[in-house]
Structure formats: C-alpha cells, structure tokens
C-alpha cells in the first residue's frame, strides 16, 4: 500500500474537560494508512480520552476529527463503529452470560435476515479466531463470565477486528497479556499494517514500542508534546517527553539477608493448581512467573483463602494455619492485591479515599468510628508518593485513568502493611515513572521485613525485582531461578516443550 | 495453555457443565437451573397427585392452565424487560387499563376495535415508560413504581372505578374465555403462542442476542455499536401491549371490564415467576423456559393448595415456604459456594 | 414541654355546637375505595353534597390500611374540616378514631362498618349491619334450595370471603345461620375459599374446588361481595356445571345485575341490592344537618336494602354499568 | 453534543464537584441528588402552601411527621439493605408480624414485654431471611417476596385473621402514640433517633463504610478481607428489628395489632422513598439524608393531595405524575447522557 497524502484520521486542535480535570489541551494529530502510531504519556496523560473522542463516545470541547480528510461529528460509539473506526477498550467489556462467539461479533451477530444461528456463529467465530492466531487461546463455546483476564482482553481485541475496519486503535492491549499472546498480537497488527488500515498503540511498555510503532506521539498533562519517528529516538528522549526530567534506574534492589520464613507450602493443591511448594521470608521478594493460566492467580487465592486447597499445607510464621476466607488471611496478616482491578478490587462509585484505606479501616477506627483525619493523612501518603492523579481524594475511582485505579489498588494494600504481602500484576497499566515508583516502595518494604510474592507476566520487572523466581506451569511449579536469571531461562520453564519447539520454528 | 487444553471444563466450573454424553449435553442446553426447577415441579407434582388422584384430572390440568395464563403473559414480558436489565412494575395496572378499555370500546364498537383500543393503549403505556426511563433518566424501578399509580388512576377515571360493559354474551370474548381450538383451552393457546415467540425472538433473533447483550453488560453493547435507546423503548412497549393482553383476557373472564381488583399484584407474582425462573435481577441472563416452568409451579403450586383445603393463612405461609425451599433445592444444586449476595 | 399522650381536659362533645354557615368541608374516608360499592357510595355523598349547596367532599382511599386510616384521619383534622365521615378498614381502631376527632371537636359518623370508642359506646352510624346482610343473602338461599328440590347430599356451599375482614366473615356468618332458619334443616356440606374480594381471584380459586368435588351435582354459592359471588359462578359455569344446577345469590347486585340486563342465563339467582349512592347522600345529608341546623347525630340510619332478581332488579333504582 | 460542549461542567457534575468555593463544598457535602430533591420540596411546598395555607399550621406539619414514621422507618432499613446490594420486600409484613405480636403479649403481659417480644420476633424473621439467602442462595428478592407471604400468613395465623387487643388505654402505647418531648412528637423523636444513628454509622463507622464497600463490589469487599455474610445476616435482622419496631408504631397509633395494614404497600413505598432519595439499586450508593428527604416529600405529597382534595382516582395519578417530575428534574439536572438504563 503506498501512503496516501490525506491521512485517515486526522484530529485537529482537540480539548476537552472533565470538571475539574483538563484531560486534553488543543491536540492535533495525523495517522496514516498502513502505520502504526504509538501513543505515550503517563498514567493520566489523556490517551484513552483522546481515542474515546474519536470513536464518538466522547466529543470534544474544541478542535475536530477528520475521517479521509472529511469533518465528522460521531455522536456515539455506533456511528464511529459504522464508519470503520474500532477503539479496543482499555478495559474489557465482556458480555458475561452469553459465548465467546456472541461476545466477539457483539453489535454485529452473523445473521441471515433477523435469523441468528448459534452453530453458524461458532462456526464463524471459530475461523475468525484462527485466522487471526487465537485458536489455543480462546474456547469459543465458553460464557463470557468464565474468561480469565487475559481471554476477556484477547476478546476485546477479537471484536474491534470484526467487518471491516479503517481505524484500529489499540488501548494497552498486552496489560493483561504475556508474551506469547503478545507475540500473536504483534504478528496480527503487522498484517493490518499491511492491509492499509491506520493503527493507533497505546501502551507503556517501551519494549512494545520500539518493536511496533512506526511513529510515536507523546502527550503530557492533556498536550501534545511531540511526535517523533521510531527509528530516530530513544527510550531516554520518551521518558523526558512524557514526564519532562530523566528518570533515576528502574530497579534499585539493594540486596540483603532474608529473614525467617513467612510462608512456606507444601504440596499445595487446588482445583487448577498441583502439588505446589514454595516459601517467602522476610523482606524478601519471590516473583511469580509463567503463561496466562498458569495458575499463578488461582495459587495466591489459595493462599488468601478465596479459593480451596484440596490438599498439602500451609505454614505462616510458623504456625499451620487454614485459611476459610481471605477476612482470615487479612486477619493473618496476609495482604492480596488482585490482578482484575475493575472486578476485584475497586469500589467504583466510591472515592480514592474509601479504596485506598477499605483495609485498614479497623486500625483507623476507635469504638468502631474511623479517625477521618488519620486517614485522609494515610491516604494522602500514598497518593503523593503513588502519584496519584485525582482531582480530590473524594474523586470517584470510576473516573480515574486506568493506570491510576491501579495505582488505587496497590496503595490499599501499600497502606495496611502486612506480613505478607501477594501483589498480582501489580504495575498492569502503570506508566513508567509511577512503576519505578512502585519499585522503590516495594523495595523498601522488603527491607522493612515485609515477605513479598509477586506475579507478573512482564519478565523485565520478574527479573528487576526478585530474589527468588519461581516459575508455574500447567498449575505446577516448574522451577526456581535465582536472582538475575534471564528471560530465556524464565521462558524455557514457563512454556511446554512443543511450544518451545514452536516459538523456535 | 496447555492447562486449558486438558482440563478446560473444570475450569470454567461454577456454572458450566461439562459436556460428555449426550444426556449431559441435553441437560446443559435445558439448563441446570431449569432442570433443578423441573425437579421440583416433578416433586410438588408427585407430592399434591399422591394424596389427590382427582390433580390429574384433564379438566384441572385446564384449570391450572387458563388460571396462569394472565400471569403467565406478564412473566413473559416481565422476563424480557428484565433480560435487558430494566424491571416493569406497572405491567399489573396496565392490564387493569387494558381490561376496562377493551370492555368499553367493545360496549361501543364490538369486540374487534375494543382489544385493538386496549393494545393500542397498552402501546402508549409502554411507551411512556420507556420514555420517562431513558430521556427523563428515571430508575425503571421508581419509574414504573410511578405509572403503576398513574395508569390505575388513569383505569378508574375512564371507568370511573366500575367494572365496565358485559362481555358475556359476545361471540369474540366468550371464545377467548371458554373456547377451544383441538381441545386445548383459547386461553392456554394465547399463552402458549406469545411465549413460544418471545422464546424465539430472544433465542434466535439477533434482536434476542442483543437484549442479552445489553441486559449482560451495557457498555459494551453500545461501544459495539447497539443503540440501547431503541430497544429499551421498544422492549417497554412490547410489555405495555402484553400487559393489554392480559387485560383483554381478564375481562373475558370475568365478563366485564376491571379497573383494579382483577390485576392488583399480579407486577409482584410476574417478577417472582421470572427470578424463580432463573431471571438474573441484574439482567442478562435467563429464559423463557425457566419462567414458564416457574409460571407452571406456581400455578400447580396454588391448585394444590386448594386441593388440600388448605386455611387461606396457612396458604400464604405455605406459598412462600415452598417458594423458598424450591429455589433453595435449585440452588444448591448449582454448588455455588455460599458467600454474599446470591444473584 | 413532654406530653404523655393521654386525652385531658374535657372534649367538646359531637352534639350542641354552635351552627356554622358558609362553605362546609366534610372528609369522606374509605376503606377499599377502588371497590364499586364504595365508588357508588362517594358519588352518592358528592352528589348529595352539590345538592345542600356549598358542601365539599374530600374522598380518602384507605384501602385495608388501618395505620394509613389514622394517617388520613390526623391530616383532615390538622386540615380542620368540618366533618368526618369514615368507613374504617378494621373496626378495632374506632377508639382511636373517635378519641381522635373528640379530641379535635370535629363530628364523625361511621359509615359502612360501626365503631365503638374505648368505653363501648358506639358513634353515630349509617349504613348495613353486616350480619344482617348476610341473613337476606341465607334466607333467600333458603327459600330457592327449597324450592329447588336438591338434596343436601348431592348439594354444596361455596361460601367465597376474604378472610381477615370482619365485616366479611359476619355476612358469611350470618347467611349460614339463616340459610338453616329458612330450610328448617342443617346447611350442605361447606367449602370455604379465602380471597381478596377480586372476581378473578374468586374464579382462579373456585376454579380448582370443582376440580376435587367432581360428582357434586349441585351448587350454593355467596360470599362477601358481588366480586366474591359472580368470580364462583363465573368458574362453576366455565368448568361446565350448568346455571339450572348453581343457586348464586350475590351481595350488592352490581355485578350480577350484568348478567340479568344481557338475558343471559345464569346461576347468580338473586343478591341484595344495598344502595352504596343512598348510603354516602344520608351521611352526607346527617352530617350536614349536624353542622348547620345543630341537629343531633342519629345513632344508626340503617339504609335500604332489597333482595332482586332478574325479573326485578330495575325497579330497585340499581343502575347497572 | 452542543450541549455537552457548551456545560462540560454539568456533564459530569454529580460526584466530581471541585472543592472551590465554600458553597460548592457544601453543596457537595449534601450532594446533587440531595439538592435536587429539596429544590422539589420546596417547589412543592410552595405550590401547596399557595392555595392552602393551612399546610403551614403547626399541627399540619405535626401530622405529616407523624404520617410518615412508620414508613419512614422501613424507607430507613431498606436503604441500608439496599446499600448493601440486596433488597428487602417483606418488612412489610413483618410490620404486621411484629405489629400484632406486640398487641398480644400486651395484652397478657404488659407493654414493655410486648414491645420487646415484638422485636424479638423481628429478629428472628430477619434472621431468617439473612440465612435463606446467604446460606440457600436464595436471590433476595425471591426470598424476601417470599416471605412477605410467609409472614403475612403467620401474622394471620397468629391473631386469626382479626385485630388483636387494645392498646388506646395503656400509658406506654398512648405515649407513643401521641405524646410528645419538648414539644414534638413522639414519633418524630423516634424516626429522627433511628435515622441519625443509621446515618452515623453508615458515614462514620467502618461498619457503614464496609456496607457501602460490599454493595458497590462484593468481590473486591471479600478480598480486602471484609466478612461478607455476617454483613447481609446483621443487616437483615436489623431490618427485621426495624420492620417490627415499625409494626409497634402500627399497634400505638391503631390501638390494636394489625396482622396485616404493613403489608399494604408499605413495602413498595418503602423502596420506592430509597429509590427516589437517591440509592442505587445495585447497591453501594445512597444516603440516609436523600431517603429521609425523599420520605419527608411522599408525606408532603400525600398531605397536599388531600389538601385540595383531589379525586382519589386523580390522586393515584397525580401520585404517579408527580413521582416521575421530581426524578426527572432530579436527573436533568445531573447532566447525565441519555444513553441505557438509568441507575
Ligand atoms: N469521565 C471522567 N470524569 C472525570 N474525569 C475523567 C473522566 N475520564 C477521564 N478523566 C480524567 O481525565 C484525565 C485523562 O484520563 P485518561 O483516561 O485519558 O488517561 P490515560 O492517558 O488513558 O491514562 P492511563 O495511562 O492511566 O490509562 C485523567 O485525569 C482522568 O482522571
Ligand atoms: N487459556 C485459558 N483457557 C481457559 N481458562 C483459562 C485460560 N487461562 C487461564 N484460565 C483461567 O485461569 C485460571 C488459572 O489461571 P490463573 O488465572 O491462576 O493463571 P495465571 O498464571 O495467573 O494467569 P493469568 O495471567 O491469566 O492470570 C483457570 O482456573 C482458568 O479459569
Ligand atoms: O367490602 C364490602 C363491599 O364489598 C360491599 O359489599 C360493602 O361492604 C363492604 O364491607
Ligand atoms: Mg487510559
Ligand atoms: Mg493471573
């Protein structure tokens, strides 16, 4: 496809408020068939309102989006949809009660005249998932309900491709995805580039960009600050871009002794999970690694007690202990950020300060009364030294940007300090100067004598931030590395022979 | 995945049965829910035919069918408003209105413009609804709470709270009460149509699809492009002409039109049926199967008691105790674990 | 400033205030006010009311809601109408009821249902004795059973009420006792149907009765209500027992009637035309003499009651919609 | 979309209000939801007090405050069950329950013990719908529906279907009747006590904060260790204690126990109050203020409509009409897009 003059979209001088929020300031900006636009900023930055506004779900205050070259005013998600511009959610909405079909062809069922046919559907929905390279990832007969995070993501994704799209634009795709369904995505946008169609990326992982984008746009505070060609910049130059000083080392781990063991397994086993060991000790940081599914998720809810443990045991501070519910591990002193921020651990409707301190709220209470002065200073600790972007504390957690609601979710626990602390993909969606941030706290927790069990699907921070890494699968634990492993040697451990084998041919 | 590849059943496990032999698999497409519902309808059935032979008698097996089918037509409704996330308190008043303006447009004009007259005013009334819950932004809880008040006024007004007209002599309405078409009773045929097309409708409709994917999440029919709008209004007005419906069936019943006393309740009995039936309250999720299964038990459910001879005290008692323990047998059967709100 | 509640000082009695004049507003307060009997009733009293001349009716829908009555009731008081007149959905709140308006020096009349304060006595009244309604509906059972021929073996009684008002069960009663008067002879064996006093409620229920009483040849059906009789009738007719085997007699007669203006043969035989419109104009018209003329409340107006048929009904002034 | 660029304010206004000036602060304290509703009080005391003014007489507002206790006091539970994602139709019944227990064990044992029978019982039928949903994952409003007829049926059963005993002579239920501290009504006293302490705990106690945790997302309320269950158990026996509580007022005030004047509606009128004051229901968001605003204009509304002594046929319309005006202004204002179903 040679690259037309007009570009496909085109925003010109577009503004626009939230009360008390200038979420985007005169942006103008150009994207090309067949190219792929990174889109950066930090957490709060306005990239997800920008492609709200051009998929018509939002309008802006000021400025315009052109479609060819043409003005058009969508007034809903529908119209942007019919004139072939696809926005795939930041955060996935999933139809929970119907298949995965239904799910993915949503708005736009595989029909003959009004007729629906649930086989054909299948059938179609199928196909449409091989082709696009899915297949083993995703049950089509499955309930919307029953995907895991990584599925509903993946779903999400499937259904901006469906009819026949002009303008892709991807919102962190791969927060929730590991590398090999990273590797999937990536293969997929390098055919919509070729096909011609305009993409747009957003994501904070640098590593993603590099290998993807053909042109990179920086916002900061809601302003465009500017858009460079892949090949002729740095990470450095994004990183000052997006939050306008150089950043100190992502990792700072200052290495020290562990101390007594806090938690230790043992053949810990669960409906999805197998014969599990592992110990924690104080201040040290043992990461998680493996594929979507591995199980990783399903063991920290094991240990909470969310989930049951059929058999093996489990020791903390020494004592054999059985959790029934989590009320008992926080009780324990056992602390668990989950990895579904919107489903598992926001309040939406309530402000930051009631989601930050909801854990601690016992502490901060006398004769049942919360300390409200107490806890907005508790609170106010983490949201400066998160970086919280909020108008007020009392701003509803729904109106946050998603790397700050995740922010919300790690400052809870940050806040009630417990002996054990499990943070599932603590950093999904945070951007980078708030993850160095992050590391710093859990750093110093650790030193502090906090025993850390992290899962992440991002090896560079497995590999930053542990001591120990323990890799899972198929619900077993597949090895241990020591500090300093490399990505190689994580993978070879995380994936079965046959898709090593594949990965390689 | 590899872990989803050999166990991918098992782990989608709270609700999904897997599917092995095809008995599983036909109880799967029924549903556990209606299953566990069957169950229990077998069990009452058994329980109420055991101590009276005279239960299974064809006429009662009509008694019990024309006697559910004015619920039976609001749980209908009632379930595809709740499919898609609203809640229809009015529909009760609405038949009233639909009773005393089929009576009294047929007084005037015959049989044919009286039921046309009440589900045209069923339309209107729906469409209020959907109106004031989508562009005046009301809670279709407080919304129909509302026009449940407003429509039986409107009811007594134009009847001036009398029962209205006599059917009982006219050709079209004697049919509809006492008739029949290959010996099934008109009334259970009335029933059986609508709900054997909103079954349809909703299970092999993309307009069905759609009402579960709005009812299930919102948001993401419309970012798929779905205009919600339209089918809220639609849905609302579907429920205000069934409502009619049933209204027209009350005043062929009883011979006149009634404003009130024939309709009062029936909103609540409607929306039992429906979550007993498997309803989620949240939307999204249930069928017309489950609701007419639960239309079914509580229709065997009220003939039984009367069988028995049961002290009308001792039947509200018992009603809700069998209620409850039927939902409580299905639910348990689900092996949903017991923590917080169930849905 | 605490109050214990308790009535002080002497209240004004109901009789010999001084006579008012210019515009009178007399409350109406009704239970079940969506039901005809008392839709004829407030139109009865409104009409009568235009009729005085410069007399206001405010109609209050109580429905079966005893709190709700003495809601209504303080508001019309605080309101300072002139007059009460109250039908009450339960006739143990008439203590409470009459001290209230005492209280207040407002004049009340029970309509429909006596009351009786906290020392047994009873206030003014106008309209039915239940029981003896009940009687009129027994006696003329009676008298057509007798006629009839059946036999008490092959014969049953439905009796169709609901069951939690008063009133209701004393007309049941009260039909029983002088259906054996009448027949000189015991009562058929009895089935008895608890409803809410709604047509389709009798129906659905009496409905599954025939169901369990198959070789039953012949049927006495009344109740509480027209509602109660004609949803019995209604469902005995449509499960097949022929109007020649059914002795309904009504209460009210406005439902029934429906079918005796269409010439349609039937079971409903008979009911008592009690005039609910006649009811509402002598409250009225009591009351307003009451406060204009300073005559004293009656003790118990007792309005017209008439047992009809088909052959007769129209003579009695019934207007039948 | 003019509309939107032109007040971008109020698109999103209704919790995102800047903490400016002193008198947004304030604003935003008593919340838009809650402005709104008094700016529709006021409207509407306006348009009563104009033609009548005898609304304003002391003993009016008396009235009104005393009309609306016993609702008042459901309104109050329900929106705390509500907050906590569930629903509760049977306090009405329970009122009943609770109204005719207190009568007859006054009767042979006196008030104090009559009265903490009645609560006792209301316990016990809270209990017990705490346990059949939590532990029969029974929906709640399947359970409650449910025992809205059980307990109107043991209240029937218990008292035989008639008013039980006499409480017009007795200090204790004269006193409560129509007695009154420093000038205002007991009644008043009692409605104003039990919503300031539901509006304490629910704004200042961990236990109100975890209510609102658990209605807004159950799941994450779990995980941040919060014991579900005991949550939904307490809350429902406080809203039987509540309901029966109620039921005492019912007996005072009627001078007898009524088996079943609370389940008249009061239910409905109950959720509707939550509702119109602002509660979500999904659960998670409301106010006691809102409710007690939203029970103070049903009072008011009621008061006004015999004030110009509107037909009651009109009355049930007007109600209704009415009903749905103040919502939509309530909304309008709110700014909110026009988009689904309204919360
Ligand atoms: N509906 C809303 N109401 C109020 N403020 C909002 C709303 N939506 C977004 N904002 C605010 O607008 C700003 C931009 O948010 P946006 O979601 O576009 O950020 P983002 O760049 O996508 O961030 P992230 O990387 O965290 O996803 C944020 O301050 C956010 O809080
Ligand atoms: N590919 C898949 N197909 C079906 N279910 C899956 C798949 N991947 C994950 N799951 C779900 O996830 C559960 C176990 O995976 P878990 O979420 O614990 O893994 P994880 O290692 O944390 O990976 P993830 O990154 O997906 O969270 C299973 O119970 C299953 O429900
Ligand atoms: O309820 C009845 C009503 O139906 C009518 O019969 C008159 O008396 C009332 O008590
Ligand atoms: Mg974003
Ligand atoms: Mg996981």
New interface residues.
């Given amino acids: 496809m040679e690259k037309n003059e007009i570009p496909v979209l085109s925003l010109t001088g577009v503004s626009k408020r939230f009360a008390g929020v200038r979420a985007l300031t005169d942006v103008s900006l150009d994207v090309r068939a067949g190219e792929v636009l990174a889109l950066m900023g930090e957490n709060g930055a306005g990239k997800s309102t920008l492609l709200r506004i051009v998929n018509g779900d939002h309008q802006p205050d000021e400025g315009h989006v052109e479609l060819d070259g043409v003005p058009v005013h969508h007034t809903s998600p529908a119209a942007a949809h019919h004139a072939g511009i696809r926005v795939i959610a930041q955060e996935p909405e999933i139809i929970p009660h119907v298949d995965v079909a239904e799910n993915v062809f949503a708005g736009a069922l595989p029909n003959r005249g009004r007729l629906f046919s649930r086989a054909a559907a299948r059938r179609q929905a199928r196909q449409f998932i091989a082709d696009l390279g899915f297949a083993d990832v995703i049950p089509v007969d499955a309930l919307g309900r029953q995907l895991s995070p990584a599925q509903r993501q993946i779903v999400e994704i499937l259904r901006g491709l469906t009819g026949k799209p002009r303008v892709v634009a991807f919102d962190e795709p791969t927060s929730s995805l590991s590398d090999h369904e990273v590797d999937i995505l990536f293969a997929l946008i390098d055919r919509l580039r070729a096909e011609g169609i305009a993409v747009v990326y957003v994501s904070h992982r640098m590593k993603e960009i590099f290998r993807i984008a053909d042109r990179i746009a920086v916002l900061r505070d809601g302003a465009l600050v500017g858009v460079r060609p892949a090949g002729e910049t740095s990470e450095d130059e994004l990183v000052r871009m997006m939050v306008g000083r150089d950043l100190d080392a992502m990792f700072q781990r200052t290495g020290h002794e562990p101390g007594e063991v806090v938690l230790s397994l043992e053949d810990v086993t669960t409906d999805d999970v197998s014969d599990v060991s592992l110990t924690v000790r104080q201040g040290e940081i043992v990461a998680l690694a493996g594929l979507v599914g591995a199980g990783r998720s399903e063991l920290a809810k094991a240990i909470v007690g969310d989930v049951p443990i059929r058999s093996g045991t489990m020791v903390l501070q020494g004592k054999r202990i059985r959790m029934k519910s989590p009320t008992d591990a926080v009780r324990a002193g056992i602390g668990f950020a989950p990895e579904e921020r919107k489903a598992e651990a926001l309040i939406l409707d309530r402000g930051v300060r009631d989601n930050v301190s909801l854990a601690s709220l016992r502490r901060l209470s006398k004769l049942r009364f919360v300390n409200q002065r107490a806890e907005r200073a508790l609170v106010s600790r983490f949201v400066d030294s998160l970086r919280i972007k909020a108008p007020s504390m009392e701003q509803h957690v729904r109106k946050l940007s998603g790397g700050n609601q995740q922010k919300v979710v790690l400052a809870r626990w940050l806040a009630r300090e417990p002996a054990l602390l499990i943070l599932d993909e603590p950093t999904r969606g945070v951007d980078v100067g708030a993850k160095a941030e992050i590391y710093g706290i859990i750093n110093r927790l650790a030193e502090s004598g906090t025993a850390l069990l992290i899962i992440s699907s991002e090896l560079p921070e497995v590999i930053g931030l542990a001591d120990r890494i323990v890799v899972m699968k198929d619900g077993r634990v597949s090895g241990e590395l020591p500090a300093r492993a490399t990505e190689e040697q994580i993978l070879a451990l995380a994936m079965s022979e046959n898709e090593i084998e594949e990965e390689a041919s | 995945m590899k872990a989803t590849a050999e166990a991918p059943e098992a782990e989608l496990a709270p609700q999904a049965v897997p599917r092995r032999s095809g008995v599983r698999r036909a109880l799967d497409a029924i549903g556990v829910q209606n299953v566990s519902l069957l169950i229990a309808l077998v069990a009452l059935v058994a329980l109420i035919g055991s101590k009276?032979s005279?239960?299974f008698?064809l006429?009662?097996i009509e008694?019990?069918g024309?006697?559910i089918a004015?619920m039976g037509l609001l749980a209908i409704v009632e379930t595809v408003v709740i499919l898609l996330g609203g809640l229809d308190i009015s529909v009760g008043s609405a038949a009233g209105l639909g009773s005393v303006v089929s009576a009294m447009v047929f007084t005037h004009s015959g049989a044919t413009l009286g039921i046309l007259a009440a589900l045209g005013v069923g339309l209107l009334a729906g469409l209020v609804n959907g109106v004031v819950i989508v562009y005046g932004r009301v809670n279709p809880v407080v919304a129909t709470l509302a026009t449940l008040a407003a429509y039986?006024g409107v009811a007594?007004l134009v009847s001036?709270?009398?029962?209205?007209?006599?059917t009982?002599?006219d050709a079209a309405f004697v049919f509809i009460?006492?008739g029949a078409i290959a010996g099934i009773p008109t009334l259970i045929w009335i029933l059986a149509i609508v709900a054997l097309i909103a079954h349809l409708v909703l299970r092999y409709t993309d307009l069905g699809r759609n009402i579960y994917a709005i009812g299930g999440n919102d948001t993401a029919a419309r970012l798929a492009g779905i205009n919600i709008n339209r089918y809220i209004l639609a849905v609302y007005a579907i429920a205000g002409v069934v409502a009619t419906l049933a209204g027209v069936l009350?005043t062929a019943?009883?011979?006149?039109g009634?404003?009130?006393?024939?309709?009062?309740?029936l909103e609540l009995q409607a929306v039992t049926a429906a979550a007993l039936g498997g309803c989620a309250l949240q939307g999204g999720r249930g069928t017309i199967a489950g609701t007419m299964l639960a239309v079914i038990m509580l229709g065997v459910l009220?003939?039984g008691i009367?069988?028995f001879?049961v002290?009308?005290?001792w039947?509200n008692v018992a009603r809700g105790a069998l209620l409850v323990i039927a939902v409580v047998i299905m639910q348990l059967r689900s092996g949903e674990r017991r923590v917080g709100m169930p849905t | 400033?605490?109050?214990?509640?308790?009535n002080t000082g002497a209240a004004p009695g109901s009789g010999g205030a001084a006579p008012k004049t210019g515009k009178l507003?007399i409350a109406l307060l009704q239970k079940q006010?969506?039901?005809?009997y008392f839709?004829?009733e407030?139109?009865g009293a409104k009409q009568k009311a235009q009729q005085l001349g410069n007399v206001?009716?405010?109609?209050?829908?109580l429905?079966?809601?005893?709190?709700?009555?003495?809601?209504?009731l303080?508001?019309?008081?605080?309101?300072?109408v002139d007059g009460i007149v109250i039908v009450v959905?339960?006739?143990?709140?008439g203590?409470?009821v009459i001290?209230a308006a005492k209280n207040a020096g407002i004049p009340l009349m029970a309509a429909d249902d006596a009351i009786k304060d906290?020392t047994g006595q009873e206030a003014p009244f106008v309209g039915f004795d239940g029981t003896q309604m009940g009687n009129s509906v027994g006696t003329k059972a009676g008298e057509l059973f007798k006629a009839s021929g059946w036999s008490l073996s092959d014969t049953r009684v439905i009796e169709s009420w609901k069951?939690?008002l008063?009133t209701c069960s004393d007309r049941v009663k009260g039909a029983e006792d002088a259906f054996k008067t009448a027949t000189g002879g015991d009562l058929p064996q009895q089935?008895k149907?608890?409803t809410?006093?709604?047509?389709?409620d009798a129906?659905?229920?009496a409905?599954?009765?025939?169901?369990?009483n198959?070789n039953v040849k012949h049927w006495l059906v009344w109740g509480c209500n027209d509602?109660n009789e004609?949803?019995v009738v209604?469902a005995l007719q449509?499960?097949?027992v022929k109007p020649d085997n059914i002795i309904g007699v009504g209460l009210g007669a406005?439902?029934t009637c429906?079918?005796w203006?269409?010439g349609?043969d039937s079971g409903n035989k008979a009911a008592l035309y009690i005039g609910g419109p006649a009811v509402g104009a002598s409250a009225i018209q009591v009351m307003v003499d009451h406060l204009r003329n300073s005559k004293a409340l009656p003790p118990k107006t007792i309005a017209h009651t008439e047992m009809v048929d088909k052959t007769n009904w129209q003579k009695s002034g019934l207007v039948c919609?």
Avoid: M, W
Wanted: glycine share 12%; charged share 20%; proline share 3%.
């Fill in positions: 009276h005279e239960f008698l006429s009662n008694v019990i024309t006697a004015v039986k007594q001036n709270g009398r029962a209205q007209g006599y009982g002599t009460a006492r009350i019943r009883t011979g006149s009634q404003p009130v006393s024939g309709s009062e309740g009220d003939n009367i069988l001879g002290n009308p005290f039947q | 400033a605490c109050s214990s509640g308790q507003t006010g969506d039901q005809q839709v004829d407030a139109t206001d009716v405010k109609v209050i829908d429905g079966t809601d005893a709190n709700k009555a003495i809601s209504q303080d508001a019309v008081i605080a309101q300072k959905p339960d006739q143990q709140i203590p409470q001290g906290g069951q939690d008063q089935i149907i608890g809410d006093n709604s047509v389709t129906q659905n229920k409905s599954a009765v025939l169901t369990s198959q509602e004609t949803g209604t449509n499960g097949g406005y439902l429906k079918d203006r269409a349609q919609t």
